[in-house]
């Protein structure tokens, strides 16, 4: 494509220079990267007159993976992707050359819109990659009185996704996937609490996880929103990358269906003095193991980061793919497949270790050791210091323990 288009022309039809970039199976032209760095020498995509963000490639590759390998797992045939805020169309073009799907964009910048119907052009895509001026929830709600009812929407914003999100769940019908990116990660995690409490409507606190409640507090929220239109969500994959949190959420109609999702909802518990981690019914002042005053955040969701034979369907399918992250999306979800299935948050090794006054095992070795006694332990995406276990609170810090005694005492034999 790069030998069809222009560049010197283009950049001079539309005002600001451009530069062609492959991601994928695609090829578009974006706002020349050199031209948006900080002084730092990083490019700052948020400066350039449309938004593309390379770092999102990976974003991008599980989004068309996920449609997919969930369509072929549903039977579904005619996709429909609403893509709300396209910025350079990438995402939209990629669904559509990559799924097969068809795609109604929007971007609120004419700037976007124009560019992103171009890419559409340039990847002989147009015929199934519509794009328009226009805010996201009116976008969406023009769609629903067309009497149009997507497959998925990807919502994926400048930080918090929730100005979309009621409009999103409006959109779907008798259901759907919600495709949600969220970037406001310091209010997520704890890092804002004011904000936290404010947007999300949670008890604020930051945990020794707090890369998982980020990810459980957007997931939790979903289904409360969810709920409240009478839909039951169910988290489908749910992760946290570079800066962002993404959660893939299927949604049905019905108020059991939504009272069901609801049960999928607690408080996250994270112990400051004894490490304790886990899930409470009701915010309580004492940690259950020790009894001192413990940190609380919820309501969050509870329930598994991912639906295993979806997760498996996907890393079998990145050899047949062009991604622009292959590698990256491969070990992300082998790395999600081994620790969904256990559902309490992640230990830290190292906290652990302050604790008990001790040098860190090697993480590998206590996964090891909990599996040897019979319970399920995995590595975490979340933190290469983080492991989790379904092992009692108590086994888990004393396997550690154990571990840490007997390299102390093969260092000194
Ligand atoms: C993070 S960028 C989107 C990136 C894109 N989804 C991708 O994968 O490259 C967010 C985009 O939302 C657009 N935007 C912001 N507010 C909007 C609104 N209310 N309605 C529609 N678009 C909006 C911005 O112009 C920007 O292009």
């Known amino acids: 494509m790069s030998a069809i288009v222009d560049v010197k022309a283009l950049s001079e039809k539309l005002g600001y220079p451009v530069e062609i970039v492959s991601e994928g199976s695609v090829e578009i032209v974006v706002p020349s990267m050199e031209k948006y760095k900080r002084r730092d020498g990083v490019y700052e995509p948020a400066w350039a007159p449309v938004f593309y963000n390379p770092r999102m490639a990976l974003n991008r590759d599980i989004s068309v993976l996920f449609l997919l390998v969930y369509s072929e797992l549903r039977g579904l045939n005619e996709l429909v992707v609403f893509e709300p805020l396209t910025g ?34 340039i990847n002989r895509v147009e015929e199934r990659v519509r794009v328009e001026i226009a805010d996201a929830n009116e976008a969406m709600h023009r769609l629903i009185r067309r009497g149009i009812r997507p497959t998925l929407i990807d919502i994926d914003p400048f930080g918090s996704p929730l100005p979309f999100l009621d409009s999103a769940i409006e959109s779907l019908g008798v259901g759907g996937v919600l495709a949600i990116t969220a970037t406001d990660t310091a209010p997520l995690s704890g890092t804002h609490p004011r904000a936290l409490r404010r947007k999300y409507d949670v008890v604020p606190g930051r945990t020794a996880w707090e890369k998982e409640q ?56 994270y112990c400051p003095i004894c490490n304790f981690t886990g899930y409470i019914n009701y915010p309580g002042p004492r940690c259950p193991h020790c009894g ?122």
């Open 214 to 269: 980020a990810v459980r507090i957007l997931a939790g929220y979903i289904i409360r929103r969810a709920a409240a239109h009478e839909y039951g969500a169910r988290i489908l994959l749910a992760y946290y990358s570079d800066y962002y949190v993404r959660v893939y959420a299927e949604l049905r109609r019905g108020a059991r269906r939504a009272d069901e999702a609801l049960e999928q909802l607690s408080y996250g518990i």
């Open 88 to 121: 350079s169309g990438v995402r939209a073009v990629r669904y559509a050359a990559e799924t097969g799907a068809y795609v109604y964009a929007a971007d609120i910048s004419p700037a976007a819109a124009r560019l992103a119907a171009l890419n559409a052009r």
């Open 292 to 413: 001192a005053r413990p940190i609380i955040v919820g309501p969050l969701y509870r329930g598994k980061l991912c639906d295993e034979e979806l997760v498996e369907a996907m890393a079998e399918r990145i050899d047949r793919m062009k991604l622009a992250e292959s590698k990256r999306a491969r070990k992300l979800l082998n790395q999600l497949r081994s620790e969904c299935s256990i559902e309490k948050p992640y230990y830290r090794l190292d906290k652990i270790c302050s604790m008990l006054h001790l040098s860190m095992p090697r993480i590998e070795e206590v996964v090891e050791e909990l599996n040897r006694l019979g319970y399920k332990a995995a590595r975490t995406h979340f933190d290469p210091r983080g492991f989790r276990t379904n092992a009692p609170h108590i086994i888990a810090i004393d396997t550690v323990y154990q571990l840490a005694l007997r390299r102390i005492i093969a260092t000194r034999s």
